[in-house]
């Protein structure tokens, strides 16, 4: 698995609750806005700068016990993307490669990207 991979397309669905990502290399992933809202890369979200990295895919696979949406999507350089959430949260640049690691689907759920310090 490449992950310099880049999205060839990406896809928000508010009403499904959905964020998807179709790979350069074929993959697609499936993301809930739950889980990716509750992953949100930034400093605040990862509570400082000590816990960066320590994500929670657990969370793409739990009933949301709240409800995002997409309002907005930046496009940062050519490797990330800000989301600017219903709640009123945009301060989490999401990376590709952070994506793809974060992706959810069995496949790559068995693999610990997130483990290695
Ligand atoms: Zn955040
Ligand atoms: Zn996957």
Redesign the pocket.
């Known amino acids: 698995m490449n992950l310099n991979t880049k999205p060839s397309e990406v896809e928000v669905r508010n009403s499904d609750g959905e964020f998807y990502i179709k790979w350069s290399d074929g993959h697609e992933s499936l993301y809930s806005l739950f889980g990716l809202r509750k992953n ?1 890369p ?1 400093v ?2 990862r509570g400082g700068h000590g816990q960066m990295g320590s994500f929670d895919k657990s969370l793409f696979h739990v009933n949301p016990t709240q409800h995002f949406e997409v309002e907005n999507i930046d496009q940062v350089g050519n490797h990330a993307i800000r989301i600017h959430w219903s709640d009123g ?1 945009s ?2 640049m999401y990376q590709w490669e952070t994506l793809r690691k974060l992706c959810p689907c069995e496949e790559c759920m068995k693999r610990e990207f997130f483990n290695t310090q």
Do not use: A, I, L, T
């Open positions: 949100c930034c605040e979200c949260h301060s989490g």
